[in-house]
């Protein structure tokens, strides 16, 4: 099939694919379900419950990106390349699911006939073949050359128009200068560009006006963090992540005279936050950490002692504040429901290494971790020493002492959608920097771009950028809904993390032997990509013990 003779993509039959690949894994889920008891024996068919989490976030996907061009192409704007994206993410997802019945059909145990009737049927089965055919791709690919992969797609909100114009000039002005000297030099972040951004009111973008935010919600916040990361991951798009975790927690759970007290100045990016969860020994096990906080007196003042370790604490030495999670009941058996939530007040360092001791004899030590990427902001192992917090920095108070488990978990759901943006914002970055690359570039006689296979991987990528970025408004807007789900930014953090990382790698590759030199962002691009599968729940615990429990609890 000539690139000529593509047949233009109907959306209504991306969302017959789209319907039929649904039926399956809803069912799939049914049967995963009953054959866990509800998810309470997940533990025992770990290996398919994995499946189940990435084919239900595959579809949810499938379906946000058929959506949007739906939407798109009713708005009377050209949706004709969205809607072959649509086409080629759901071809690629519905070949992928019935590769996977083929070696292991027992497994999920599907009902007689179901799939013969919806993915595996001739309908769909020739539907596959024509969306997901190399020539549609390799269609994509060339627009993303044309477009330089650049990112102007219509949005109904016409606020979040506003805001991704205005923070992508941003972004251009005033990080694009530092990012690859910070990257290369290992450097923090400087307050200038801290200043810059809080005068922008990046750190308050969807706290309450009554608090001192923006109020503009999570897909504002979104695509500020977006656009931010496209820029630079560690020097912008992440700086506001840790106010975000701490802003939900507080709204979710604080007193009045907290909200008050805090908000404001995080929302006004006068205190940097630093997020102290993760432990040496216990990392993605939350409800098992160690670190204790015991009932003191000290300078006439009632309040807590912290003794104990922290590990990849993002920030820690800048930061003014850390938002930490100790166990408060010394019994270990009280798991998740022994642990409370903390301010904790500290100096800002501007070193990879810093002490802190208080006038009580208390003593906060903390050294940053060497990494490859995800530089900017250094991660922090910390040591308490009998460190006083004050009474009153007990998030909630009374009332959530054992419950800052729960706390900390809202503030992740945040947190995690947040990961979604900024994955998807790397990942453009990567697709614009090969598109231009592609173009650039001349081998045997020819550009880049005019090789068949660098216009297929080029179309991939922008497919499944498209993808990351649509679920990620999903979630946003999901949230904006209801501020307690946790499935849906889960289920995009999933799925922009590993775009991210696959689209970055692709994007070094077709740079060549240039893509492994600092001196080009891509390289940067690639090792900062690594790191999101790991950070706010690393990948199988994420798929395991927050997206396939929530669904097959039902």
Not at 49 to 61: D, M, N, Q, S
Request: proline share 3%; aromatic share 6%; hydrophobic share 45%.
């Amino acid at each position: 099939m000539s690139d000529r003779e593509v047949p233009q993509v109907c959306i209504e039959d991306v969302d017959a694919l789209v319907r039929d690949l649904d039926e399956v894994v809803g069912e799939t889920i049914a049967a995963a379900s009953r054959r866990t008891d509800g998810g309470k024996d997940i533990d025992a068919c770990q290996v398919h419950a994995e499946r189940v989490a990435y084919a239900a976030t595959e579809v949810l996907a499938a379906k946000a990106l058929a959506q949007y061009a739906r939407e798109t192409a009713a708005a009377g704007v050209d949706a004709g390349i969205l809607s072959d994206q649509a086409a080629v993410f759901a071809g690629e997802i519905a070949a992928k699911l019935l590769g996977q019945l083929a070696l292991a059909g027992d497994e999920f145990a599907l009902p007689s006939g179901l799939v013969e009737r919806t993915i595996g049927s001739a309908a769909s089965r020739s539907r596959i073949q024509l969306f997901a055919h190399e020539a549609r791709v390799r269609a994509i690919g060339r627009h993303a050359a044309d477009s330089r992969g650049v990112n102007n797609a219509w949005l109904p909100e016409e606020d979040a128009v506003m805001v991704r114009d205005s923070v992508r000039a941003f972004a251009t002005r005033e990080v694009a200068p530092l990012a690859q000297h910070i990257h290369t030099k290992d450097e923090l972040v400087p307050d200038s560009l801290i200043s810059a951004m809080a005068g922008m009111g990046y750190f308050g973008m969807s706290a309450p006006e009554q608090y001192g935010g923006l109020g503009m919600g999570n897909l504002a916040m979104i695509v500020t963090t977006e656009e931010l990361s496209r820029v630079s991951l560690a020097a912008a798009g992440s700086l506001i992540t840790r106010p975000e975790i701490l802003t939900k927690a507080l709204l979710k759970g604080g007193t009045e005279e907290q909200k008050r007290k805090w908000l404001g100045p995080v929302a006004a990016g006068e205190l940097m936050v630093g997020i102290a969860v993760t432990e040496p020994d216990t990392g993605s096990d939350v409800a098992s950490v160690a670190c204790r906080a015991e009932r003191a007196e000290v300078g006439g003042r009632p309040g807590w002692l912290i003794n104990g370790a922290k590990a990849w604490c993002t920030f820690a030495g800048r930061a003014n504040v850390l938002a930490l999670l100790a166990r408060t009941d010394p019994d270990p058996k009280s798991g998740a429901r022994g642990l409370s939530l903390f301010i904790v007040e500290k100096s800002a360092f501007y070193g990879h290494e810093f002490e802190m001791r208080q006038s009580g004899g208390g003593v906060l030590h903390g050294k940053a971790d060497a990494t490859p990427g995800y530089r900017g902001m250094h991660s922090y192992t910390l040591s308490f020493d009998n460190y006083f917090v004050d009474g009153d920095n007990l998030i909630g108070g009374e009332k959530e002492l054992n419950r800052g488990f729960y706390l900390q978990m809202n503030g992740f759901a945040a947190g995690r959608l947040q990961t979604g943006g900024r994955a998807a914002g790397l990942a453009q970055a990567a697709l614009e920097a090969a598109a231009c690359y592609a173009v650039d570039r001349r081998q045997f006689g020819s550009p880049l771009i005019g090789f068949q296979l660098t216009q297929f991987k080029l179309g991939r990528m922008a497919t499944c950028v498209q993808a990351a970025r649509q679920i990620s408004y999903l979630g946003a807007r999901a949230m904006d809904v209801d501020e307690t789900i946790s499935l849906e930014p889960a289920m995009a953090k999933l799925l922009a993390c590993d775009v991210a990382v696959s689209v970055t790698q692709e994007g070094q590759l077709i740079h060549g032997g240039w893509g492994y030199a600092e001196e080009y962002p891509i390289s940067r691009y690639v090792v900062d990509a690594t790191v999101l599968p790991i950070f706010e729940g690393v990948k199988p615990i994420l798929e395991l013990k927050v997206i396939a429990r929530q669904l097959l609890a039902g």
